[in-house]
């Protein structure tokens, strides 16, 4: 199957390296309470963002696009931009049961928006071969929402002292920053939101 991969796809496979090392490093962050794991879990996110810049840039200076390549980087995406800040916003703090609620829906929300890319990108492409904007917001924005925990975990304002406290709703705590996640994954999946593409 290797044989089979562009240049551009291994720069696409970085960036869900960096994407599955962010998550493993919020797990050893769990387990150890160590600041550093955190932050180079955070650390992550504008690496694969370099890797994801990357690969798109190559696959068109060596004319290597592919429906692999495609999938590939959706998936990527979904792992880096997607799976692993909810799973650093779980370590950061934010695990009351309205908490997952919004971390998972911010998760879908992100594989909505990319298999809706996927499926749209050649109508929107349109003669001219190339997608002029995005409907909704682009997944690696992400990276964003994690710059933000980052912030939080530099100033010791994880776990209890995470911004914003928490609140009880019926039998279940929320943390209001999780609701940045669950605005995030809306504005992903909106289609009266279009964003012109660089």
Known sequence: MIRGFH???FFTLANAACGTAAIFLAMAFIGSQSVGHFLWSAAMAPAALIFDILDGRI???RHEHSALGRELDSLSDVISFGVAPAALAYAA???GGWDVVA???FVCCGVSRLARYNVTADDLAGDSGKVKYFEGTPIPTTVLLTALLAWAA???????DLYGGSVMLGSWALHPLALLFA???TLMISKT???PKI
């Open 103 to 105: 971390l998972i829906y």
């Open 193 to 195: 939101l279009r964003i």
């Open 154 to 160: 530099w100033h010791g304002r994880l776990g209890q």
């Open 183 to 185: 605005v995030s994954g």
């Open 93 to 95: 703090g934010m695990h």
């Open 59 to 61: 696959a068109r200076l």
């Open 7 to 9: 240049v551009a796809d």
